[in-house]
């Protein structure tokens, strides 16, 4: 029983470590902004020709006035697409 309530308390632990460790934060929002900004900076890196580093502020704050609109719902949906490689059809 002490093994499966440590194996539990493990698994918590690194499904809030991880988000912190990567995006510095848990709110969906914000972590779906900087995701959004890195995609977007390495995007523009590659195609300058140049290796992307570290992404700029200003990308992420531009990232973060498009997630202001969100729900917290629908940036975790939008996360969790994202992670798992789910495109949507075009509208």
């Known amino acids: 029983m002490r093994i499966i309530l440590g194996l539990i308390a493990l698994i918590i632990a690194a499904l809030v470590i991880w988000p912190l460790a990567t995006y510095g934060t848990l709110d969906p ?33 531009l990232a973060l006035m498009a997630t202001s609109q969100y729900s917290e719902r629908e940036c975790l949906t939008q996360l969790k697409d994202r992670w798992l490689g789910v495109s949507k059809p075009a509208r």
């Open 29 to 61: 929002c914000r972590m779906l902004a900087k995701d959004m900004a890195r995609e977007a900076y390495s995007k523009m890196a590659e195609a300058m020709g140049t290796e992307p580093g570290k992404t700029p502020e200003a990308a992420e704050r």
